[in-house]
């Protein structure tokens, strides 16, 4: 990590930088060199994504948040069980595609186990199924990241009972991919698979950085209550 703080532009230019990704692994080389600066370049942004799902899934959890086995899913470095912390959440096992953001991830200490995988690709262990009091992904359901799909396996990792929290952005470039994941959450809960809690419209999600956007882009939280 750099002990000078980004400056928002040169943000903006190392995230501007990722959209020639075309594969999905052109994306996790790309976060395997952030790595060491992520968590300071997105404080540059405004990145309250974290703040914000914590703050739902705390609203609803009834259990005791120490007792919870929370599922990271594309962790990142450990922003998410940092701030589930802080709010009483003691057990967490993350996924993440990125071995340099795992390995971020490790260093918070936070952890108790970490598995490097490609969502979309590889298949979450089998044994993990309905074993999570609350399965989070926060960050990477969004174009170019993780696919859809993925959303059918968080609420198979979820217990019974289990929440499953989820964001995307709601900004211009990512609004088709909303649109289908969308679909697909409202599916499965026509499948009798999951109950819908609550969706969280937020105006202020995080600074916008792509070439047509100023300010702030909107962004939503989904909360999910397994069947
Ligand atoms: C914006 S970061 C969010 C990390 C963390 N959840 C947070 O809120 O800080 C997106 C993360 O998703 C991971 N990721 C993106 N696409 C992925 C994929 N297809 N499979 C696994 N991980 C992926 C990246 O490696 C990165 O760590």
């Known amino acids: ?10 943000v903006k230019a190392v ?8 594969t999905a692994r052109d994306k996790i080389s790309f976060y395997n060199s952030w790595a060491k600066n992520y968590e300071q370049d997105l404080a540059v942004l405004d990145y309250r994504a974290p703040i914000l799902a914590t703050s739902r899934i705390s609203s609803h959890f009834s259990g005791a ?11 990142g470095t450990g922003l998410m069980a940092k701030q589930m912390k802080k709010n009483g959440y003691e057990h967490f096992v993350g996924v993440d595609g990125s071995e340099a953001m795992l390995e ?3 260093q918070s200490g936070l952890y108790e186990d970490l598995k490097q995988c490609m969502l979309g690709e590889d298949p979450l262990p089998g044994k ?9 992904i926060v960050g990477a359901l969004s174009v170019g990241q993780v696919p859809v799909e993925v959303a059918r396996d968080l609420c198979k ?3 019974p009972g289990g929440y499953i929290c989820m964001t995307t952005r709601s900004n211009r470039d990512n609004l088709q991919y909303k649109a289908s994941l969308e679909g697909l959450l409202g599916q ?13 419209e937020v ?16 962004g939503v939280v989904y909360l999910y209550k397994k069947l």
């Open 188 to 200: 499965l809960e026509e499948e009798g698979l999951w109950t819908r809690v609550e969706v969280t």
């Open 1 to 10: 990590m750099s002990s000078v703080p980004n400056t928002f532009e040169n």
């Open 128 to 136: 993990w199924a309905g074993s999570f009091d609350v399965v989070v």
């Open 203 to 218: 105006q202020q999600w995080e600074r916008a950085v792509s070439e047509h956007e100023d300010g702030y882009i909107p």
């Open 157 to 159: 990792f979820a217990k």
């Open 104 to 106: 971020m991830a490790r």
């Open 15 to 22: 995230i501007l930088s990722a959209h020639k990704n075309s």
């Open 65 to 75: 948040p120490e007792a919870a086995v929370v599922l990271d899913v594309a962790c």
